[in-house]
């Protein structure tokens, strides 16, 4: 329901979101990037299949 009052947001608050939301994308790419290798390797994902290297 709507109470018929606009909420308005300061500037502060949309700087602070725009600051913490690009953090955790930032966080969020480091771990993924740092990590994705060795879980490639761990569950045996890093190897071509026979019909890939033929075509590569």
Request: proline fraction near 2%; hydrophobic fraction near 45%; aromatic fraction near 10%.
């Amino acid at each position: 329901r709507s109470s018929g009052r606009s909420i308005e947001l300061t500037p502060e608050t949309g700087t602070m979101f725009v600051f913490f939301t690009g953090g955790i994308v930032f966080l969020t790419l480091i771990v993924n990037g740092s990590t994705t290798q060795f879980i490639l390797q761990f569950l045996d994902m890093n190897k071509l299949s026979s019909a890939k290297v033929r075509v590569l």
